[in-house]
């Protein structure tokens, strides 16, 4: 079933905006961490790849999230990329020496992309909650007579 309500625009357009950022940012680190030195840091950099898959996929999940199985993926994916992040940013601050050599993306809860990965899967969940099929449409305030605003 798909939605007829329109999913990108404003805030859903941003979040969309920002996973791909992520996703390029991701990729990026990965590829270049992986093909210079995997032995350096193995975990970490695998890790970070993991987390550039869970971008990608939640970018495309979100853009096609008007259908019902893409925005099962998308949650599926956020979720993903939640615990991720909660789970490898404890690990970087609990057991350092995990991450000795290198960082990931999401090590200290994506400290070295300003917490953006931390903060993002919130964000995902919340339009997803908002924009889900059945969802009320946002309604405008109704005018109000003799008002001056």
Known sequence: ????RPRMTG??????IVYAVMA???TGRSLVQIVEDFAFAPLAYSLSAVAALVYV???????RSGSAAWYVV??????????????VGTLSLVLPELFSHDATVWSGYGFG???VP?????????????????APEPQ??????????
Do not use: Q
């Open 1 to 4: 079933m798909t939605s007829h």
């Open 11 to 16: 805030i859903g357009r941003v979040l969309v």
């Open 24 to 26: 390029l940012a991701a």
């Open 57 to 63: 996929l939640a970018t495309v999940a979100l853009v």
């Open 74 to 87: 998308a949650w599926v994916a956020i979720c993903f990329e939640l615990v991720g992040v909660l789970v």
């Open 113 to 115: 992309y300003f917490w």
């Open 118 to 134: 931390l903060v993002l899967p919130f964000v995902g969940i919340w339009w997803l909650v908002a924009h889900r099929d059945g």
């Open 140 to 149: 405008p305030l109704p005018a109000t007579e003799g008002s001056s605003w």
